[in-house]
């Protein structure tokens, strides 16, 4: 990710201007510059290959009162009453409420921000590239932010899922062996999947049964496993490491798939998204962990024995984005051209010779269905 200003004229001197000894000048330009990279850094932000961009974006005024109509987003021929989860503040730990379908969630939103500085002397030689790289640094340090809040919505509304047998955890299945990842696994979410989005009195629900995931979220570790299924014994149902005297090849046209695809866009009909901060030791991995304990949730652990110990399990997370679950309301400010309001921080007085921006972006994170979440333990 990167934010590039080219090195024209205008801007060129609109950068020196930012540095100028004339007080009313200087402010003019950088708020000039706040306002053009404003929006591109807003653009980047929701751009990004992130956690946080699963969820899709309302918009509302800041004197607006922000709820959801929760029958526009729910089938009115399944259950009356369904699960909610949304934070207070920003990385609290979320809470679930059960509402009626035809009630308003009135939820909570919270500011994200960012304030970074640089030398006065920079802008006086139009140093675009620091300009550039400050206004990169706001973008990361915002998305940072984001990803930890968004994971912490979702980390809980899957080990909280009580719709496939009315216990938390029931959401995730156990791997068919313990740190491998085989295609039974996959099979087995598929059917986990359809069993969780059953109509409310557990049968076959309005337009048929359909598998609820189309991404999964995964560690690259595992999507090493499943690189190694193109050379590698497998075995239909279970496969212990380091053990292939009972492993079964995988069709041809299989493993032609997998060979020829290394970045594996697609598996089994579902997408796969490589995100390091998942595995064992990351940090997607430990919140999820944190979650678990806090919850005092019962979570199956790798090799579908014993319980997930975040030491040695690590989670995969299936993602079912064909319904409107994963929700980010925004509050737009007044006069704001984009989500993220870019503003000149004027905390700096003459002798320090710095110039300084503020970014802030008030939003919240919703999922109204946990039955759009499950997952594999390995």
């Given at each position: 990710?990167?934010?590039?200003?080219?090195?024209?004229?205008?801007?060129?001197?609109?950068?020196?201007?930012?540095?100028?000894?004339?007080?009313?000048?200087?402010?003019?330009?950088?708020?000039?510059?706040?306002?053009?990279?404003?929006?591109?850094v807003t653009e980047v932000i929701n751009n990004a290959l992130t956690v946080g961009n699963l969820f899709t974006t309302l918009t509302y005024q800041a004197d607006d009162n922000p709820s959801l109509p929760l029958d526009l987003f729910h089938d009115i021929t399944e259950e009356d009453y369904i699960q909610v989860y949304s934070q207070q503040v920003a990385g609290g730990l979320p809470y679930n409420q059960?509402?009626?379908?035809?009630?308003?969630?009135?939820?909570?939103?919270?500011?994200?921000?960012?304030?970074?500085?640089?030398?006065?002397?920079?802008?006086?030689?139009?140093?675009?590239?620091?300009?550039?790289?400050?206004?990169?640094?706001?973008?990361?340090?915002?998305?940072?932010?984001?990803?930890?809040?968004?994971?912490?919505?979702?980390?809980?509304?899957?080990?909280?899922?009580?719709?496939?047998?009315?216990?938390?955890?029931?959401?995730?299945?156990?791997?068919?062996?313990?740190?491998?990842?085989?295609?039974?696994?996959?099979?087995?979410?598929?059917?986990?999947?359809?069993?969780?989005?059953?109509?409310?009195?557990?049968?076959?629900?309005?337009?048929?049964?359909?598998?609820?995931?189309?991404?999964?979220?995964?560690?690259?570790?595992?999507?090493?496993?499943?690189?190694?299924?193109?050379?590698?014994?497998?075995?239909?149902?279970?496969?212990?490491?380091?053990?292939?005297?009972?492993?079964?090849?995988?069709?041809?046209?299989?493993?032609?798939?997998?060979?020829?695809?290394?970045?594996?866009?697609?598996?089994?009909?579902?997408?796969?998204?490589?995100?390091?901060?998942?595995?064992?030791?990351?940090?997607?991995?430990?919140?999820?962990?944190?979650?678990?304990?806090?919850?005092?949730?019962?979570?199956?652990?790798?090799?579908?024995?014993?319980?997930?110990?975040?030491?040695?399990?690590?989670?995969?997370?299936?993602?079912?984005?064909?319904?409107?679950?994963?929700?980010?309301?925004?509050?737009?400010?007044?006069?704001?051209?984009?989500?993220?309001?870019?503003?000149?921080?004027?905390?700096?007085?003459?002798?320090?010779?710095?110039?300084?921006?503020?970014?802030?972006?008030?939003?919240?994170?919703?999922?109204?269905?946990?039955?759009?979440?499950?997952?594999?333990?390995?």
């Amino acid at each position: 990710m990167k934010i590039t200003i080219k090195r024209t004229e205008d801007q060129l001197a609109l950068v020196r201007a930012m540095g100028s000894n004339n007080r009313e000048e200087a402010y003019e330009a950088q708020a000039a510059v706040a306002e053009l990279l404003g929006p591109v850094v807003t653009e980047v932000i929701n751009n990004a290959l992130t956690v946080g961009n699963l969820f899709t974006t309302l918009t509302y005024q800041a004197d607006d009162n922000p709820s959801l109509p929760l029958d526009l987003f729910h089938d009115i021929t399944e259950e009356d009453y369904i699960q909610v989860y949304s934070q207070q503040v920003a990385g609290g730990l979320p809470y679930n409420q059960v509402f009626p379908a035809h009630n308003e969630l009135k939820f909570s939103t919270y500011t994200l921000d960012s304030a970074l500085a640089f030398d006065r002397k920079y802008a006086k030689k139009a140093r675009v590239d620091v300009v550039s790289k400050t206004f990169t640094r706001m973008a990361q340090e915002i998305m940072l932010k984001q990803e930890r809040t968004a994971f912490n919505v979702l980390a809980t509304a899957l080990v909280k899922g009580d719709s496939g047998n009315g216990s938390a955890g029931s959401h995730l299945v156990g791997s068919a062996a313990e740190s491998d990842l085989v295609l039974d696994d996959f099979n087995r979410l598929i059917t986990k999947s359809k069993r969780i989005n059953s109509s409310f009195v557990g049968g076959t629900p309005v337009g048929g049964s359909k598998a609820g995931i189309t991404d999964l979220l995964v560690s690259p570790e595992m999507v090493e496993k499943i690189r190694a299924m193109a050379y590698n014994p497998i075995s239909t149902s279970s496969a212990p490491s380091g053990d292939t005297t009972g492993g079964l090849a995988a069709p041809e046209v299989l493993r032609s798939q997998l060979y020829s695809g290394a970045g594996l866009p697609s598996f089994y009909g579902i997408n796969i998204i490589e995100i390091l901060e998942m595995g064992i030791s990351q940090r997607f991995n430990e919140i999820f962990g944190a979650v678990v304990t806090a919850e005092g949730a019962t979570v199956i652990g790798g090799g579908n024995a014993g319980t997930f110990a975040k030491a040695d399990d690590e989670v995969l997370i299936g993602v079912d984005r064909s319904r409107d679950v994963l929700l980010r309301p925004v509050v737009l400010d007044e006069g704001s051209t984009g989500e993220l309001s870019v503003l000149v921080d004027d905390q700096f007085s003459v002798r320090q010779n710095k110039i300084g921006y503020y970014g802030k972006i008030e939003e919240g994170r919703v999922c109204i269905d946990d039955r759009a979440l499950c997952g594999i333990i390995v």
